[in-house]
């Protein structure tokens, strides 16, 4: 038989719940204590307006002292009778706050509190809670209320002369550090700076005889109107400005900000700046503060906002923010996604007017919005969509283009013979300059890509434009960087591309990590001798790996060069026709053993191709075993002979480390040998 009841929860229960795991930080207990404060100060004010208290006001300001192991909070807000101490106090999580705003929701300011439980944060700093409270009412009765952190609590009459309540905490042993006035003053700084009633906690300090001592004025430690809550109208660029090196000590200045001020269909104030980023995306985040009616709730709010906005500074304030419980961290339902929509397509709006109102101020701080609006267009389509519009490539020129201007400009001349426009770029105007001059020479624009997103701007864009295909300046010969046509053949036979490439390649560096293989293109008589390239595919896959998980793999394959030998040049034909002379007495009886055992080897190869594998004997495979062998004896022998000619040759070694030095590789003892050998050359 089916049975119904209601479950059961004691304050012997909740007390040990409240007091370890309802809040992550213990230092929360003074941001709670302050904010029942600040509620039952707005709750008098209301009344006021309503004309339900027709007291005078007077001073309001919120008091924070100690005395001993006591700290105590005071308020000159409504304070509480005797019953309602029972009901807000004694029944956990009955929120006043709750009841308030249902009967005073067209005329109360921003209430904070709505759970009812952040009086009892209290308890996990303190071992005895008192609450001293004389209510606006006229007659009311001053009460006072006392909890050792057990069930059994005292409620007895008490004198008091002013309405109000004052919060007096002894603090347990293990929490003196909260009693400690800097430990105090970091929290109101903290959880506190921008309530909207004054704080005081000490006095203001001046220099005298030699020391600070404290005057009779009260030290306020909030700004009760912070920018934020103030009307746009109102505020000059220097107000922004202040508000933001206040947030941001020992900062540079924000490049641009948003007000943000929306009542329908959630409300939502703040103000979010872009901050100059050169590099780093990490060490910008985590740089929104989110308040709750002008309370600090948290700095992570990468669940409210899309991850590239993360990189945004400012403070947001909403009381449609779902919070939990503690007030400590955001819980999703719809209005997270509205407000995070909102303040995307806000962001977007402002850049684009900045774009085109102030275009020359936005390319000169297009450096430092470059990394933001990347990383938004990569982790957002709809972002995408609006940047596209702005987003800027800049020259090694610096001149800035959008991404339809730079089309028009490179078109015509940059379009290979497949129809693709080719994007040139760089990643240092003075490591690769040599190259760039040679795009130049072209009559070639190469764009500077040097930021630390570019290597996947790059792979987006290609994606998103028409085919279009980028390119670094060095990952080839210009030649064949933009091909137009087919390229000629560089003019050497198989003999004498074989000797070129063993001679050079005798000498190319170990260097680690890094593979090296020699080519051949004819470029013409006033092209550079030698001209060292990287893969584009295999040098982007490694940038990528660096930041981008699973790729780990292309990461840790070696850099791969090819140093393209110029055949039409007049140095490269006189190391090949010098090795000619210099070698030909040693070489010719080898070359022409090499040919007699390759003739050989080609027969076999042939024969055996003929055959299945389990036809072919034991003789026959030990035949090309031994032929094998002996080919690859001599061709050891012959390769020492042009590497003995490469070692005595000063234009071959020249000719690598120029190619070397042109792409930073050179270095250490090489380049010394390198001036060395260069001084000697000269002479």
């Known amino acids: 038989m089916a049975t119904t009841g209601n479950i059961g929860v004691t304050s012997e229960n909740i007390f040990p719940v409240i007091k370890k795991f309802l809040y992550s930080d213990h230092e929360i207990f003074l941001r709670e204590i302050v904010s029942n404060a600040i509620d039952a100060t707005r709750k008098l004010k209301t009344l006021a307006s309503v004309g339900e208290f027709k007291g005078e006001l007077g001073d309001l300001t919120i008091r924070i002292k100690t005395d001993g192991d006591k700290l105590i909070i005071s308020d000159r807000g409504i304070g509480m009778t005797a019953e309602e101490i029972d009901r807000y ?16 929701r067209n005329d109360t300011a ?5 759970f009812g439980l952040g009086f009892y944060s209290a308890f996990m700093v303190s071992r005895k809670v008192e609450i001293i409270t004389k209510s606006y009412r006229e007659g009311a009765v001053a009460m006072k209320w006392s909890c050792e952190g057990s069930p059994a609590y005292e409620l007895s009459e008490t004198e008091k002369d002013d309405r109000g309540t004052d919060i007096i ?11 400690e006035k800097a430990k105090i003053t970091s929290l109101l700084s903290k959880y506190c700076r921008f309530l909207p009633v004054p704080i005081a906690f000490g006095k203001e300090q001046e220099w005298k005889e030699g020391k600070y001592v404290d005057t009779d004025k009260d030290h306020i430690v909030n700004e009760t109107q912070p920018a934020w809550v103030r009307k746009p109208a109102d505020l000059k660029d220097e107000d922004y400005r202040a508000f933001y090196s206040g947030l941001y000590p020992a900062t540079d200045e924000p490049l641009f900000w948003i007000h943000l001020n929306v009542d329908y269909p959630f409300n939502l104030t703040g103000i979010l700046y872009f901050p100059t980023i050169k590099n780093n995306l990490d060490l910008h985040r985590n740089k929104i503060q989110l308040y709750c009616n002008q309370v600090f709730v948290t700095d992570s709010v990468a669940d409210i906002v899309p991850e590239f906005l993360t990189l945004l500074h400012g403070v947001i304030d909403s009381p449609d923010i779902p919070l939990n419980v503690s007030r400590s961290y955001l819980q999703s339902d719809g209005n997270v996604k509205k407000i995070s929509t909102h303040i995307t397509k806000k962001v977007a709006d402002r850049l684009e007017e900045i774009f085109k109102n102030d275009r020359p101020q936005f390319e000169s701080k297009w450096d430092s919005l470059k990394l933001f609006i990347q990383y938004g267009m990569l982790s957002d389509e709809k972002f995408y969509e609006r940047a ?12 800035y283009f959008t991404l339809d201007e730079y089309c028009k400009l490179v078109k015509d001349n940059q379009t290979d013979r497949e129809g693709t426009t080719v994007y040139l770029y760089t990643t240092s105007v003075n490591d690769q300059y040599s190259y760039i001059r040679t795009a130049r020479d072209k009559g070639y624009s190469v764009l500077v890509m040097n930021g630390q997103l570019d290597v996947h701007a790059i792979s987006q864009l290609e994606q998103k434009l028409e085919k279009t295909r980028f390119v670094r300046v060095d990952s080839d010969t210009v030649d064949n960087l933009i091909r137009k046509s087919d390229s000629g053949d560089a003019k050497l036979n198989d003999d004498q591309k074989t000797a070129l490439r063993e001679i050079f390649n005798s000498q190319m560096p170990a260097l680690e990590n890094t593979e090296f293989s020699v080519s051949f293109e004819s470029l013409g008589e006033q092209a550079n ?18 930041m981008q998980g699973g790729m780990s ?9 090819s140093l393209v030998l110029n055949a039409d040049h007049r140095l490269v034909k006189k190391v090949l ?6 070698c030909g007495e040693k070489l010719t009886p080898i070359l022409a053993e090499i040919k007699g055992w390759e003739a ?12 299945k594998p389990e036809e072919i004997t034991e003789a026959e495979k030990e035949d090309m075993t031994q032929t094998d062998g002996h080919l690859n004896e001599l061709r050891a022998q012959r390769n020492a002979v042009w590497t003995e000619y490469a070692t005595d040759n000063s234009i071959v070694g020249q000719l690598i480390d120029l190619a070397l030095l042109s792409n930073g590789l050179l270095k250490g003892e090489a380049l010394s040998r390198f001036l060395m050998r260069s001084v000697k050359l000269i002479k």
Request: hydrophobic share 35%; aromatic share 10%.
């Open 89 to 104: 106090i004694n029944q956990i999580a009955f929120s006043s706050a709750e009841e308030f705003l249902e009967k005073y």
């Open 553 to 561: 793999f292309y990461g840790e394959m070696p850099d791969s060069y």
């Open 388 to 399: 596209a519009k702005f987003v800027l490539l800049k020259d090694a020129d610096n001149k």
């Open 600 to 611: 050989r080897q080609t027969d076999l190869r042939e024969q055996q191709s003929k055959k």
């Open 529 to 546: 001798p030698v001209v060292l390239t990287q893969s584009e595919y295999m040098r982007r896959m490694r940038e990528m790996s660096a």
């Open 577 to 582: 026709s010098g090795s000619q002379k210099a």
């Open 169 to 179: 905490l002894t603090v347990d042993d293990e929490n003196r550090e909260f009693l």
């Open 110 to 114: 921003a209430i904070i509190g709505h």
